[in-house]
């Protein structure tokens, strides 16, 4: 069985809406501390994809960030603005572009300038490691799924 045909009961969907909306009211949460440079959340993610991943073109961004190539465009023009990204030519091919994250970038995403970041951290304190590692492999496991 699919989970598109199994059948779930009304308490299942019930804890299923209550994880989605404090999910949801978190993100708002965290967005009201302000800064991560005034960026949305695609651009930070895009943002925070270059900096783990490192230099990428901008195709490969945006399939990496499930977003389109002109949604992505647009989303690294502000990076470029915000002097968060450089472009370089593609070593393996002179007329593509490498995008690649400039060090107030790589600060600002690895959290030692962001006080969204220092929030979030602030909160887990008091999580112990054991609790850290298991939220961690929970949402990896839900991010997977969702991205199926």
Do not use: W
């Not at 994880?19 to 009211?25: I, V």
């Not at 960030?65 to 990076?79: C, K, Y």
């Amino acid at each position: 069985m699919t989970h598109d045909e199994r059948t779930r009961s009304a308490e299942e969907l019930a804890e299923a809406a209550d994880l989605y909306l404090a999910l949801g009211r978190m993100t708002r949460l965290l967005r009201r501390s302000g800064d991560i440079g005034a960026l949305s959340p695609g651009s930070a993610a895009a943002l925070g994809t270059l900096v783990r991943c490192g230099p990428m073109r901008l195709g490969d961004l945006a399939a990496t960030e499930h977003v389109t190539a002109p949604t992505m465009s647009r989303i690294v023009s502000g990076l470029e603005k915000y002097e968060y990204l450089e472009r370089t030519p593609d070593p393996a091919d002179g007329r593509a572009q490498l995008l690649t994250a400039t060090e107030p970038a790589k600060s600002l995403v690895n959290g030692l300038t962001s006080a969204r970041i220092q929030r979030f951290a602030d909160a887990l304190d008091d999580l112990g490691p054991e609790h850290r590692r298991a939220l961690g492999e929970a949402l990896a496991i839900l991010i997977e799924r969702l991205d199926d």
